[in-house]
């Protein structure tokens, strides 16, 4: 990282002027998990967000988007529960729209400032009862040391909680951005994968702040994939008070590049953090592609091999069986001379070219089992036929990834 | 299956004039199991295959194609190894051509005439001193009841033969298709999957045969998926040889829509096994989409949800999880109306309703593990905005899922 950025403790809550807060309001049976979130700016936000692909979408997206679409972008508050989706319920818009009024009349704000996210199970009925109960200590709990409690609030098979915050500097003003995301299964690209949100207190447009998201969830949070299955809650949504009082960003530009960059840096951090924690992992993957012939192609080659169940076995296994590299860089939907492709497994351990070519090269076993001993494993692929690179995440695929999956209900 | 049809022991060599031989040449190392198989017509047949769509080939199936394309679709002959999958290694053609100049050689019939198929480990350099070695006692061993040797010799993973063979009549004259295949991982949709070789004694040129071969895999092995992972060495062939003495079918008609109704048996019978006996799997998944607005969108959707992973665990733990499948019928990439969707998971214990116009409807638990305890699950989603249906299989995903494929090359 640049000596421009610095990492900061505080998470969603270390830009000025956020509070947060997380409870337990009896979702989960578990009184020590938290279940229900809440995160607020004291200025109201621009505000930016992207949403789940998938056509079956949760009743909080499709209210957040509303809120947002019919405000400009302006955002106070997030309000987020665990353990159920509100997702295929009859009642989903109405249960929706009812959280964010008790925040809304409960924090004195306009109920379309208010962004809403479910994370659980999908089809079951909810009630607003617990909600309308809690509301009152969620609101009175706010505080700047809250962001964990938050953070515990969104978690499901999460392991461990995940946050970042990085200072930088714009014009001279001191701006931080950082954020909180849960995982950890049915995630999966080409949408904004699990819940996230980023807080910060650079002053910028709504119109800027959406473009900077857009384009940098393509290289992080698109490019993570723990088991294929795209969910119908996702959301990244980021929110900007101006409270760093820099001059606003409406521009394209140097203030507007090095935003973007913060924004990478938090973005990627959380992407690792939730590969490295994806349902019964052992090992992040990190997989990076070089000289590809176009950035397309460089991403779906790189998301290829970090999906290929195949490869995510072996990789739990420490095997460098690096044939189902080649077979997963070669059903990816894109046109390239595969015999061009040279492939190393490296870790902090050491380098293993295992191909030159297209062709497998020997290698020692000893080497390669030491190599994938380590828990963050790259595989680098060079494609030899362009300048664009790119990188995915992922993890292995283990005996518990089945296990979490096989009973997740009860 | 309708009357005309009769299911018959045989397989490969069913069909008149077809004998096969399998035996262990010394790629693998156990010497109960064999790992070279040799299938024989003793007429020249018309011959078809449809190959993998990765871009990473095996060389057998880059010997194969410049055959059959060079010599307008004839063939006499197939040899197959398993252990090794000849492909992404330097002498990968050299080893495929003189796997074919032996057989040429030792039988008498032209090079060009013999499909050669090799699954097994990528990147691994091979020999041809095997083959040279056992060539003879191969074709000596040719017999009308090997067939079963000669699926075991191309069984990787497999844990039980897969064969097949139907009778039915063309123009009074008796008629046999029969087929072997083997699995059990790298097995995905919009390809051919899997080593799959199919023999009759039907009179069909070699450019109705392809069209027939085509139509059929589009519906039964292109919607079969195990891992989502597209093999570099997948080929359906078929061979044709005319023994039956019916009319030589030359154009569309009804011979050619009864030809097509028996591949479909076979192919659907051979696709339900490959399912059934996906690595690890303990249950097969059958998807039953019916009512799309397509025939494209039906068969996606059923693929989508056979290969969505969180399912395929949740079956594992006979878990009546519908949520996941309401996410992977959403992730679809066709358009249409999720709202209209209903869904029943069903069994031979019965049949639990699950989905009603795109909500949750309850259900006794009890009920549904029921249901789900049996080995063969079928999932029923009807759409409601068509008149399109299509078929796809897999299985669950299980803790031996990982284990094979945690350690594969050892």
Known sequence: MKEDFKFIEGGVTAAAGYTAHGLNCGLNPDKNKNDLALVYSEKQCNAAAVYTTNKV?????????????????????????????????????????????????????????????????????????????????????????????????????DTVPKEIAVEFSLGGKKCVLGGMAKGSGMIHPNMATTLNFLTTDVSIS?????????????????????DGDTSTNDMVSVMANGMAENAEINDVGEDFDKFKEALYIVMEQLTRMLAKDGEGATKLIEVHVTKAPSKDCAIK??????????????????????????????????????????????????????????????????????????????????????????????????????????????
Request: contains cysteine.
């Open 206 to 226: 709504s119109d800027m702040l959406h473009s900077a998201l857009s384009e940098i969830v393509t290289v992080t949070y698109n490019c993570l994939t723990i």
């Open 301 to 410: 080659v790189a998301k290829s091999v970090a999906g290929s169940s195949l490869f995510k076995c072996a990789i739990f296994g420490e095997d460098a069986n690096w044939g189902r590299i080649a077979c997963a860089v070669g059903y990816t939907d894109e046109d390239f001379d595969i015999m061009l492709m040279d492939c190393d497994l490296t870790s902090d351990a050491g380098v293993i070219p295992v191909c030159r070519n297209g062709y497998g090269v020997a290698f020692s076993e000893e080497e390669a089992a030491k190599v994938l001993k380590e828990d963050e494993i790259i595989v680098n692929i060079c494609l030899n036929q362009g300048d664009y690179d790119a990188k995915a995440w992922g993890c292995d695929l283990t005996y518990d990834y089945v296990k979490i999956n096989g009973d997740y209900r009860s």
């Open 57 to 157: 979408k949760g009743a909080p997206i499709l209210v957040t988007k509303r809120h947002l679409d019919n405000n400009g972008g302006k955002a106070r508050a997030i309000i987020a529960n665990s353990k159920n989706a509100n997702t295929c319920n009859a009642n989903g818009i109405e249960i929706a729209d009812g959280m964010a009024k008790l925040v809304a009349d409960n924090m004195n704000i306009p109920e379309d400032e208010v962004i809403v996210a479910s994370t659980g199970v999908i089809g079951e009925v909810m009630s607003i009862e617990p909600f309308k109960n809690s509301i009152k200590d969620l609101v009175a709990g706010l505080s700047k040391d809250g962001h964990l409690r938050a953070e515990n609030a969104i978690m499901t098979t």
